[in-house]
């Protein structure tokens, strides 16, 4: 299919407030990398404003990266920013931060979304991949979240909790989205997990992650009964307790599938613009940086952009795109 290598303006944006974590996730990038002050790696204010004036037709912004947004010293001042401009906002969250006074202040500010990552539905095996987390505090804080909405009487933010499958959690699933379904969560999204990281080199930065991922992965096809079995459970879990439930396809068709590069862009807590947030590091591909005065459109409009967009549109993807799960389909 042919696109355009020179796209209008996106109409939704990926923007990490900041790279700092309280977490050290087994499947994250974080984890691997030396920590982050929550000063030190939060997005300025004024280049967030500055974003914002120059993508005048944006509709849906995500607040989030590799790091826990509710680290970010300018997280409600971010969102009531773009709500005032009538743009759609939420993020990703670890919520291990989210107190009840925290809530109260999200839901007060317009807050459209909020996603919670929960990769199990025990203590053991939750605690186990999200390092530093303890598992009943976070649903007590999801219960939280859920008592703030209902107080303010509205139906905003919309909660979703986010699992992410592999071979250590994956007969959890139909637990996990039974308790949501107590707790009052909306939805449950199951996905893969994001990239494989087989264009890195074997003794380079990303080993570790990438050993992680060929432990961990469901799509190489082992364990695919019990993968099918716990799925099947899952529907009929969420089916009694009226939680939506939004599963990933187990075989992929690799192909020009991914759309990213057309419709969004990712910008990270220091002003680098990539393509899209599954890539991770910065180091693997960057289109522009922000911080060098550099506007959005050029970026945008430039010669970097307009080569991935050819590349990934042809038979020969970035090599950065090939081990990706979205670009796979089977995220």
Request: with cysteine.
């Amino acid at each position: 299919m042919s696109r355009s290598l020179l796209p209008p303006l996106p109409e939704s944006l990926q923007v990490e407030v900041t790279s700092a974590c309280n977490l050290r996730c087994a499947m994250c990038l974080v984890r691997y990398r030396p920590p982050v002050n929550k000063l030190a790696g939060a997005l300025p204010l004024e280049l967030y404003r500055r974003l914002l004036d120059e993508v005048p037709g944006l509709r849906r912004l995500t607040l989030q990266g590799l790091g826990e947004p509710l680290l970010s010293p300018y997280l409600l001042d971010m969102i009531r920013l773009a709500k005032a401009r009538g743009i759609e906002v939420g993020f990703n969250s670890n919520a291990t931060l989210l107190s009840r006074t925290r809530a109260d202040a999200l839901v007060e500010a317009g807050l459209d979304w909020l996603h919670v990552s929960l990769d199990g539905a025990r203590a053991g095996t939750y605690e186990a991949i999200r390092d530093g987390a303890d598992f009943d505090t976070v649903v007590g804080n999801l219960a939280g979240l859920v008592a703030a909405k209902r107080a303010a009487g509205g139906d905003r933010p919309w909660i979703r909790v986010v699992f992410v499958a592999m071979r250590r959690n994956i007969a959890e699933l139909p637990e996990l989205v039974e308790l949501m379904g107590t707790v009052g969560v909306q939805e449950v999204r199951v996905q893969n997990l994001s990239h494989d990281f087989g264009d890195t080199p074997d003794d380079g930065a990303y080993r570790e992650i990438r050993d992680y991922t060929a432990a961990e992965a469901l799509w190489s096809g082992a364990d695919r009964a019990a993968t099918t079995a716990a799925f099947a459970a899952a529907r009929t879990r969420a089916e009694e307790s009226g939680v939506l439930l939004r599963l990933p396809r187990l075989d992929g068709a690799p192909g020009p599938g991914c759309t990213w590069p057309w419709d969004g862009a990712y910008v990270t807590s220091a002003g680098i613009v990539q393509p899209c947030c599954m890539v991770m590091g910065d180091d693997r591909v960057a289109l522009g940086d922000l911080r060098t005065g550099t506007s959005f459109r050029d970026i945008w409009e430039g010669p970097a952009y307009q080569d991935f967009r050819a590349r990934l549109s042809g038979d020969e993807p970035p090599e950065v795109c090939r081990g990706c799960a979205l670009y796979q389909r089977t995220f």
